[in-house]
């Protein structure tokens, strides 16, 4: 005889808070409808499933095995209908992302729009977190896509990672500043004033850390942390318009302050100096229609900027 799924999710809410009354407050039905559920399963089975006692209900042997396997057997229920959705489409799906500092300010940003533009039904939740949030929160399939520095994510056996294009990453100072009454400075000459921006991690870490303008967290170069911390492209552009402090950024995200001389761009460069931004999600998880077409969005945006800011010869100082 087939076991009902409601009388699984009905045992397994028991087991869980360990109280018919709580239970069923959580299920929303009245206490008499769950103990017909769960009397009804044990007669299906032919064995206990829950030993009741005046302080509450515990899971017999019996009852921990179907616990355990009623957990697998709903979270395939519910991967089920999720793929079913899935055919749904973008018009009325939804999409969660979640994306590190500085990534969602310019690129994701554009992304979104031209999501929303398209496709006006779509739902999405765009979170700013950690890159290690970033990480966790795909893992444990909080949001459906993750968008961050992918530096050493190759170790993460159940992520996928799909690089986006590289763009270069550019210094830049207030007007007045020392640096502007150099000619062409060098990058060593630049790196002699505080930084002020997101963590750094991978090779950006390590040309950061080896001119000794911050911190390493962890004892390596995958985490570097500036003088000044902070998670915002516009904060950190008032700080360093403010301050002799630099704020790295990439041409988009320094456009405007340039364009209205509230910033100066440094002619200086390195090969690390470029970001290594990538899309990452669960590898064996299929993913949405909205997911698809916002990865293709993206990418393309990048594309397009990298194309409209890329200098034809780079000069590395």
Do not use: W
Request: one cysteine or more; charged letters at 20%.
């Amino acid at each position: 005889m087939a076991i009902e799924l409601r009388l699984i999710r009905h045992a397994i809410a028991v087991g869980q808070h360990g109280n018919f009354a709580r239970a069923a407050e959580t299920l929303h039905l009245t206490q008499p409808s769950l103990s017909r559920s769960i009397a009804s399963l044990e007669d299906q089975l032919g064995v206990p499933l829950f030993d009741r006692t005046p302080k509450g209900v515990t899971p017999t042997p019996f009852g921990r095995v179907l616990l355990e396997r009623g957990e697998t057997v709903l979270r395939r229920e519910a991967d089920l209908r999720r793929e079913i959705a899935l055919l749904a489409g973008l018009e009325t799906g939804s999409l969660v992302i979640s994306a590190a500092p500085y990534m969602d300010e310019v690129l994701i940003a554009r992304a979104i729009g031209r999501m929303a533009a398209a496709h006006p039904k779509l739902r999405i939740d765009c979170r700013s977190v950690h890159p290690f949030e970033v990480l966790r929160q795909v893992l444990a399939e909080e949001a459906e896509l993750g968008v961050a520095n992918v530096h050493g994510l190759h170790r993460e056996v159940r992520i996928a990672v799909e690089p986006l294009p590289s763009r270069r990453v550019y210094l830049s100072c207030r007007p007045g500043h020392p640096l502007t009454r150099i000619v062409n400075p060098t990058l060593a000459q630049a790196l002699q004033f505080p930084l002020v921006t997101t963590r750094l991690r991978g090779e950006q870490a390590a040309l950061a850390a080896s001119r000794g303008l911050g911190e390493l967290s962890g004892g390596g170069v995958d985490d570097f942390v500036p003088p000044v911390l902070v998670n915002s492209v516009a904060l950190a552009r008032v700080i360093a318009q403010e301050s002799d402090m630099l704020v790295p950024g990439t041409a988009a995200m320094l456009a405007d302050d340039l364009a209205h001389g509230r910033l100066v761009r440094l002619n200086c460069t390195a090969p690390a100096m470029r970001t290594n931004d990538g899309m990452l999600y669960l590898r064996d998880r299929c993913l949405s229609p909205a997911a698809r077409a916002f990865i293709a969005t993206l990418r393309q945006i990048g594309a397009q900027e990298q194309a409209a800011h890329e200098p034809s010869a780079e000069v590395t100082a």
